[in-house]
């Protein structure tokens, strides 16, 4: 029996709803995937995630190369055993960080040569060591390291890092495959406290060996559609992938431009393979995405937007400090089921902003990821039952609608 799978069960044009089958169990999509970067979703639980009905969880090889570091999470049992979460994992190769630590920074064929944000260590990042963080943390689907480039780029500069991207997905999978024949290098000595239990590195035949993985490739090529299909094309003539990740947007671009790249990739990509559109969380572009054949989600964005006080609504994004709710007993969503509507007011949400207690940053980020998680099941379930094309167009009139009247309910 194959340990990934991908089949659909029902279509709306593009859209469709799936069941991506990973060996952490099954995925229903289309889905979006909470973000723990450092192994944590920020300020939230995995027990939380998990009973909002998260599924699937994406965390950051960079971020754990640099600390604790990823032989330290191996030797831990694993990022799945690390983080306490029991369901499928997904960890970025670090692309987007590397891209925003551009002052620390230098892109060359070999790789990315970078200073570390946290102590000025300098790091030759490359593709084959990208490789061997990934498969020693451990995640269910590890992603390519590609250059990613801001999204107004030109054509030229779009292409340079499209095609490096290309090379370096080559090398990638030839480490990737090695290190499945060969197992996994020997850790460095760890030194265990007295009358601690052994870690999982003191038992080489379980651990040399690399669990199964999937390595994603990332197609790129900007807003450029000859450059996007070019990138799909070489991905696909290099062989055969459990998943296929779009990335490069969300980085600048204009919406439209955005939206237009997708549909380009849709007309490119198999039907019969994941794909997962990375970095892109706010609710109306995942139902547009959904709309494009987009079937997995990330982003920082509902946790970061909830810490700031910015809860998702169906009718537009609320801000939680606004005087008006200072005395407005509703909850921020009716029917939500996340303990924020269920058991709090937004006056006292409120009030938990304006007095700086972190309750209120958690409850508004565990709302923002329940609100995310509920939407993409309610397209599931309209996809199921024939009704999405006329949900997605009702349900993004009504955000947008709000969005541009400012916060429900005030004047």
């Known amino acids: 029996m194959p340990h990934f799978a991908f089949a659909t069960s029902a279509h709306a044009g593009a859209a ?10 099954p995925v229903e999509t289309p889905a979006f995937m909470p973000v723990a970067t450092q192994g944590t979703i920020k300020g939230l639980s995995v027990d939380e995630v998990a009973a909002a009905g998260g599924r699937m969880m994406l965390s950051n090889a960079f971020h754990l190369y640099l600390r604790p570091g990823d032989h330290a999470v191996r030797a831990l049992g694993g990022l799945h055993a690390f983080t306490r979460w029991s369901g499928p994992m997904l960890t970025d190769s670090g692309g987007f960080q590397v891209f925003s630590l551009a002052r620390f920074r230098e892109v060359s064929e070999s790789g990315i040569t970078f200073r570390s944000h946290l102590d000025g260590s300098r790091h030759a990042y490359t593709p084959e060591l990208v490789m061997r963080i990934e498969r020693n943390l451990g995640a269910d689907c590890i992603m390519q390291l590609d250059e990613l480039i801001e999204g107004r780029s030109d054509a030229a500069a779009s292409r340079a890092a499209m095609e490096r991207s290309l090379r370096w997905l080559d090398r990638c999978r030839t480490e990737f495959e090695r290190i499945g024949r060969e197992g996994r290098d020997a850790p460095p000595p ?16 379980d651990d040399r060996p690399a ?9 790129q090529g900007g807003v450029h559609a000859e450059l996007r299909r070019a990138s799909a094309r070489g991905i696909l003539a290099a062989g055969d992938w459990d998943a296929i990740a779009v990335g490069g947007l969300s980085v600048g671009e204009p919406k439209p431009a955005m939206l237009a790249t997708l549909e380009v990739c849709d007309a490119e990509l198999p039907r019969a393979t994941p794909r997962y559109l990375m970095g892109v969380g706010h609710p109306d ?5 959904v709309a494009r054949g987009i079937d ?24 939680v400090r606004r005087a008006p709710h200072r005395f407005d007993r509703r909850p921020l969503v009716d029917g939500c ?10 006056a006292y949400l409120r009030h938990l902003f304006v007095a700086e207690e972190m309750l209120g940053l958690r409850l508004v980020a565990l709302h923002n990821v329940t609100f995310l998680l509920q939407l993409m099941a309610e397209a599931r379930t309209t996809l199921a039952d024939g ?21 429900p309910g005030t004047p």
Not at 285 to 289: F, P, T
Not at 300 to 311: E, F, I, L, N, S
């Open 190 to 205: 760890m030194e265990v406290p007295a009358g601690a239990p052994p870690l999982a590195t003191h038992h080489p035949d």
């Open 285 to 289: 572009d995942l139902v547009e995405a």
């Open 337 to 346: 089921p996340c303990p924020a509507c269920t058991r709090y007011d937004r």
């Open 16 to 25: 469709r709803r799936g069941r991506f089958d990973t060996p952490h169990g």
């Open 387 to 407: 009704s999405f094309p006329g949900w997605r167009v009702a349900w993004l009139d009504r955000y947008r609608a709000g969005a541009l009247r400012g916060t």
């Open 296 to 319: 997995l989600f990330d982003c920082v964005a509902p946790t970061r937007m909830g810490r700031h006080g910015t809860a998702f609504t169906p009718d537009g994004p609320v801000q």
């Open 211 to 219: 669990p199964a993985q999937a390595l994603l490739p990332i197609v």
